[in-house]
Nanobody, 123 residues
Framework: QVQLVESGGGLVQAGGSLRLSCAAS????????MAWFRQAPGKEREFVTS????????LYADSAKGRFTISRDDVKNMVFLQMNGLQPEDTAVYYC????????????????WGQGTQVTVSS
């Protein structure tokens, strides 16, 4: 497992942008699939996007396609989520997640989680 720490959340108006960052510990970061999930109050945690260990393959939830972009920097052991065109329904706590040798959209596929960062979008 890796230790994950998210940052970059905040309050933004509808239509605005935010860039979330996730810093990972460990020398084997480059072999982990990384993902972002989010959880709104009263709702289950849901998949947003993921990126493969080599950065070649990405997956996006329908709600994120065309607005959000995931990327990774294996030199800095970091993964990023660029969010554009934010809407009030994007308000949630955003979590960074990792798994070695795995992938997918299910929460159960990932075994390392950060503490989350709050994103609030005002209308």
């Amino acid at each position: 497992q890796v230790q994950l720490v998210e940052s970059g959340g905040g309050l933004v108006q509808a239509g605005g942008s935010l860039r979330l960052s996730c810093a990972a510990s460990g020398r084997t970061f480059g072999i982990y699939t990384m993902a972002w999930f989010r959880q709104a109050p009263g709702k289950e945690r849901e998949f947003v996007t993921s990126i493969s260990w080599n950065g070649i393959s990405t997956l996006y939830a329908d709600s994120a396609k065309g607005r959000f972009t995931i990327s990774r920097d294996d030199v800095k052991n970091m993964v990023f989520l660029q969010m554009n065109g934010l809407q009030p329904e994007d308000t949630a706590v955003y979590y960074c997640a990792a798994v070695r040798g795995g992938s997918g959209r299910d929460v159960s596929n990932y075994d390392s989680w950060g503490q989350g960062t709050q994103v609030t979008v005002s209308s």
